[in-house]
């Protein structure tokens, strides 16, 4: 059974940093595409990050772009998003996803597996 759990999220300061991780079990990431979605209050759940199976595509919604990286560990199955620079409109609860399709010019599209989520709130 596919696991996938998130790690690192809390509360920071406006131009703060938080990295999240990410640990599958019962799936492997490991050459395939992964994505980072989030969520914010009264709001749709959007994707923000993802990376192909080679991370020879890596894509960046706009709002995240020069702020964000989405990375793979060298820890088995374990990836990563550095947050950089947050802003309070970063508030929302962070979902990582493997085994997907990331494409450059639309992002990640038909996640099947899903961490429960991390919440992070940017606040002073």
């Known amino acids: 059974q596919a696991l996938l759990v998130e790690s690192g999220g809390g509360l920071v300061q406006p131009g703060g940093s938080l990295r999240l991780s990410c640990t599958a079990s019962?799936?492997?990431?490991?050459?395939?595409?992964i994505a980072w979605f989030r969520q914010a209050p009264g709001k749709e759940r959007e994707g923000i990050s993802c990376?192909?199976?080679?991370?020879?595509?890596?894509w960046y919604t706009d709002s995240v772009k020069g702020r964000f990286t989405i990375s793979r560990g060298n820890v088995k199955n374990t990836i990563y998003l550095t947050m950089n620079n947050l802003k309070p409109e970063d508030t929302a609860v962070y979902y990582c996803?493997?085994?997907?399709?990331?494409?450059?010019?639309?992002?990640?599209?038909?996640?099947?597996?899903w961490g429960q989520g991390a919440q992070v709130t940017v606040s002073s």
């Open positions: 990376a192909d199976g080679t991370d020879g595509i890596k």
């Open positions: 019962g799936i492997t990431m490991d050459y395939y595409a």
């Open positions: 996803a493997a085994q997907g399709f990331c494409y450059s010019e639309i992002g990640p599209v038909g996640f099947p597996y």
